[in-house]
């Protein structure tokens, strides 16, 4: 799939999430979390495509149910009493919405760190900052590339290991236990070799080095150049409004909150402008690509 946002400048691409993630991690807002998930549930199925529904329904439907269903039995704060448990506590209202509301936020959050792995690879790292904090970009670009693989490398252990019947599922329950800590140790040696290899293949290539250019050479273009203006804009108005108080909304001791004025609704808006736009210039491109391609 054809993905033009992931190809303009690194620090154009991570502006727009540093500006995404922020703004939904900080706000409670039911529009502006609503808003975020649905944008970010996009711009996953763009980029992962199958990925990232079944991420969706296997991890996140899941933790959002149990959020959602936990924090009412913890949390008594509210007004308004639907009911009470049988150990006395009250059931409210407020803390039912708050359970959901903090779901959909960890979930849109979850969802728009999976499209910055895709989209923030470890090159674009290394460029970034390789010359102002060579060990911390080295540190992160194999932070990012670390789940892929330690997945992949799991696999791969475990088809072995379930060829010689020492697989987490042969035996009972004290063989499974053995054999499951058989896997991790083989994992954890994996993993601290690859990292000692990994960091020896970079101190051999010269890496930190005074005047080390780059793997991959990236040119701040004028598209860069418009598309950055535009998330500037829309990113620093929509900040302004979060933190000037335009987005707040309160759920205890009762819901309350001004979320359908005027100026709400404009907030919402540059919301979801910003945060459509990666899916937008893809979808732009492809039309493009595509209108090119049938002149020919």
């Known amino acids: 799939m054809k993905d033009s ?3 303009l400048n690194p620090f154009v691409n991570l502006i727009f999430f540093a500006f995404v993630i922020v703004l939904t991690m900080f706000t409670l807002n039911p529009i502006c979390i609503g808003i975020s998930l649905v944008c970010a549930l996009l711009n996953a199925l763009y980029l992962n495509g199958k990925k990232a529904v079944r991420i969706s329904l296997l991890y996140l439907l899941p933790m959002a149910v149990m959020i959602s269903l936990i924090n009412p039995l913890f949390n008594h704060q509210g007004v308004t009493i639907l009911t009470y448990f049988s150990w006395g506590n009250p059931l409210t209202l407020e803390s039912i919405l708050y359970g959901i509301a903090t779901a959909v936020l960890l979930s849109s959050t979850v969802l728009w760190f999976s499209c910055f792995n895709t989209v923030m690879t470890s090159d674009k790292f290394v460029y970034l900052f390789g010359k102002a904090a060579p060990s911390l970009s080295l540190v992160l670009s194999m932070t990012l590339r670390f789940v892929p693989k330690f997945t992949a490398q799991m696999k791969k252990v ?18 499974r236990i053995k054999h499951g800590i058989k896997i991790i140790s083989i994992m954890i040696t994996w993993s601290l070799e690859n990292a000692i290899e990994t960091a020896d293949s970079m101190k051999s290539r010269g890496h930190g080095l005074k005047g080390r250019t780059a793997y991959s050479v990236f040119k701040f273009t004028q598209r860069d150049f418009a598309v950055l203006a535009f998330e500037l804009v829309l990113g620093l108005a929509a900040v302004i409004l979060l933190f000037g108080g335009i987005s707040e909304f309160w759920y205890y001791p009762s819901i309350s909150g001004n979320i359908f004025e005027a100026i709400s609704v404009v907030n919402y808006l540059i919301y979801a402008a910003l945060m459509l736009m990666p899916l937008v210039i893809n979808v732009w491109e492809g039309e493009k690509w595509k209108r090119l391609r049938s002149k020919i």
């Open 158 to 175: 475990r088809q072995s290991q379930k060829c010689i019947g020492r697989d987490v599922s042969d035996g009972g329950l004290i063989s």
């Open 5 to 7: 946002f992931s190809r």
